[in-house]
């Protein structure tokens, strides 16, 4: 199966601004893993669309190079984990 990795600075607006897109892909045959900040609330209506949650700790305005460091490191190990064979990053 095709997995296909969105990442987003916020679990409402993935679900709010993609659900349709996350349904139909996954009623396609594709696996959709979703990459964004814990919200519990939403990681729940993610999930009950049929999508995988994976929180990550983004900050939309952050400024800090060293976590700009971690975040791209964590990034990167998510990746090799996932191994997509599409990403959209909407950060």
Known sequence: ????????????????????????????????????????????ELEKLGCKFISLDIKAKGTNPFRDFILIFQIKKILEKIQPDFCFFTL
Do not use: C, E, H
Request: charged share 20%.
């Open 1 to 44: 199966m095709k997995k296909i990795l969105f990442m987003g600075n916020t679990a409402w607006s993935m679900y709010n601004f993609r659900r349709v897109v996350f349904s139909d892909l996954i009623s396609l045959g594709y696996i959709i893993y979703i990459v964004a900040p814990l919200d519990v609330k939403f990681q729940k």
